[in-house]
Structure formats: structure tokens, C-alpha cells
């Protein structure tokens, strides 16, 4: 494993972790809201690192990177594409294939706005979220994110250690062990409220940049996902001409961790489809669509 610190957008220190051959094909796992790179254990302790070079970034205000309080550093859109950014070009990623979860959704598509994908293979949407406005509350976007998040929000500790618990919690469909819950609890509670209530502060459509998208995609979803509802993922595929799905039964949010297994199979498969320019569709365990 090595640790980097890269200058991102503004000039925001962020960290970020390496695992496997760094000669290989790169994957690049970018987390959602309130979490960190520790979310992506079961894939970088896992086979991948054999044959690809694993890179997880904490996103800004998260994690160990840099977490100023003011909105101004969560609510540009130039911002985050810079990080992301800034992480290809300054470890020198080679067409990575970019793994998305959450609200990473946003983080790759304000990328694509300004970087379009001429130095990335593929993009694997995880549970992905792709707009943000008032009438994606309920329709898009669920309970398990919105019964939770103004004690999220709030400087309240009591209040915001209950609502965090709660919105972990409500990840998953099946409870996780007693040690991925205490990390991923751990992990939520380092991002101060401040931050998560800024990331929440714009007004997001991606339908033009996902629209244009000329590399593969995979969309991976939880068909019991109550955070970033399946709605959610029939809209990607709706407007992504590139896009192909997998559907997780039984799975909430989190499938990389509640089916390992079969996510790390699923997502071997799809990098090897995407670096290879092929124009066949991947196989190997990937259902397309629904």
C-alpha cells in the first residue's frame, strides 16, 4: 500500500491510498457522501490487486483529506472534476476505469462536464447518483437517505451520532458484521456536519453529460436500495446509451460490500472489457438491463 497527498481543485490537499501492481490497468474508486476509502476494503484486500493498480481517494471534507467548513469548497462543480482530475494526472493513471458510489455519481459527472472521457476506459456507477433537486426527493432519492439527513446535518452531536447510525444502518439490506458497521460508522462520523450539509447545497441534472458518454458504462444497483432508489438507476440507463445494468436482489446500497464476491468478479470482467476497446459486451456474470 502507498499514501499520496495530490493538490486538487483550489489547491486542496486530498489523500489518497494505492494497492496492487502499479504496472497493471488502474481501477479508481471514488466513495460516496459522509464516507471514505476504507468503504472499498473488500475490494482492495481482494484479488483485483493481482492484475489491477487499486487507487481510493478520500474526497474533499472527507476522510484524511482536507476538510475546510465553508461551502464554497463543496459547491462547485469545477472543484470537484479538478479533483478527480488531478488524481489521473498526478499519479499518472493510465485510462483508468473510474468506480463511482453514490454520491461519486456527481463527483465523475462534473469530470465528464469539463474533461470529458478521452483519459478514462469506463465508468462503473455504483448505486450512482445523478440528479439532485427538489423533485428527486421521493422519486430518485429515498428514505434512507432523507428520514436521516437533517440530523446529519446538524451540530447536535447526540442528534447527529442517532441519524448517522440510522443512515448506516439503512445502507444495507441484510445488517452487516459487527466490524464493517463499527468502520463504516467510524468513517461517516470524521466528516464534520458542515461538510455533508454543503455537498447538498447545489442543483445537479447530468443528463446531457451522460447523454454523451462515449466509453463503456456499468450501472450496479440494489434492487432493495432505499438511499438512491432503483428509480434512480432506470433513469441512467434511460438517458446513457452506453450504459448497461446489474441488478443486485436483495442488496441495498452497498453491493461491493454486501456481495463481494460477485461485485469484484462483475467488475474484473467489466475493466477487462473496457481496456480492451472491444465491442463486444462483457461476460462473465454482468445481466444487461431491465
Known amino acids: 500500500m502507498q499514501v499520496h497527498?495530490?493538490?486538487g481543485g483550489g489547491g486542496l490537499?486530498?489523500?489518497?491510498?494505492e494497492w496492487g501492481n502499479q504496472d497493471a490497468p488502474s481501477i479508481f474508486?471514488?466513495?460516496?457522501?459522509?464516507?471514505?476509502?476504507?468503504?472499498w476494503k473488500n475490494q482492495y484486500e481482494s484479488a483485483l490487486g493481482n492484475d489491477f493498480r487499486l487507487v481510493a481517494l478520500d474526497l474533499r471534507g472527507h476522510g484524511m483529506s482536507d476538510a475546510p467548513l465553508g461551502a464554497e469548497h463543496y459547491t462547485e462543480p469545477q472543484l470537484w472534476g479538478?479533483?478527480?482530475?488531478?488524481?489521473?494526472n498526478q499519479?499518472?493513471?493510465?485510462?483508468?476505469?473510474?468506480?463511482?458510489?453514490?454520491?461519486?455519481?456527481?463527483?465523475?459527472?462534473d469530470y465528464l462536464r469539463v474533461h470529458g472521457t478521452a483519459a478514462i476506459a469506463g465508468i462503473n456507477f455504483v448505486g450512482g447518483a445523478i440528479t439532485l433537486n427538489k423533485s428527486a426527493f421521493g422519486t430518485l432519492i429515498g428514505p434512507g437517505f432523507l428520514d436521516h439527513v437533517i440530523g446529519a446535518t446538524s451540530d447536535d452531536l447526540p442528534r447527529n451520532i442517532e441519524a448517522i447510525r440510522n443512515f448506516v444502518r439503512g445502507c444495507t439490506y441484510s445488517q452487516l458484521p459487527a466490524e464493517?458497521?463499527?468502520?463504516?460508522?467510524s468513517s461517516n462520523m470524521v466528516v464534520p456536519a458542515k461538510v455533508r450539509a454543503a455537498l447538498l447545497r447545489r442543483e445537479i441534472d447530468n443528463d446531457d453529460v451522460l447523454a454523451g458518454i462515449d466509453v463503456p458504462v456499468l450501472m450496479t444497483h440494489g434492487e432493495a436500495d432505499t438511499v438512491i432508489l432503483p428509480a434512480m438507476g432506470r433513469h441512467l440507463l434511460a438517458v446513457c446509451p452506453a450504459a448497461t445494468a446489474s441488478w443486485y436482489p436483495r442488496t441495498g446500497h452497498a453491493p461491493f460490500l454486501e456481495s463481494a464476491a460477485r461485485f469484484n468478479t462483475e467488475l474484473y470482467n467489466f475493466v477487462r472489457y473496457a481496456q480492451s476497446g472491444s465491442a463486444?459486451?462483457?461476460?462473465?456474470?454482468i445481466s444487461l438491463g431491465r
Open 5 to 7: 497527498n495530490i493538490v
Open 13 to 17: 490537499r486530498l489523500h489518497v491510498r
Open 29 to 39: 474508486f471514488i466513495h460516496g457522501w459522509s464516507q471514505n476509502h476504507l468503504c
Open 82 to 88: 479538478g479533483d478527480v482530475a488531478a488524481v489521473i
Open 91 to 109: 499519479l499518472d493513471l493510465r485510462t483508468p476505469v473510474l468506480v463511482g458510489w453514490s454520491y461519486a455519481g456527481f463527483v465523475i459527472c
Open 180 to 185: 464493517e458497521f463499527e468502520i463504516a460508522l
Open 280 to 285: 463486444e459486451a462483457p461476460s462473465g456474470g
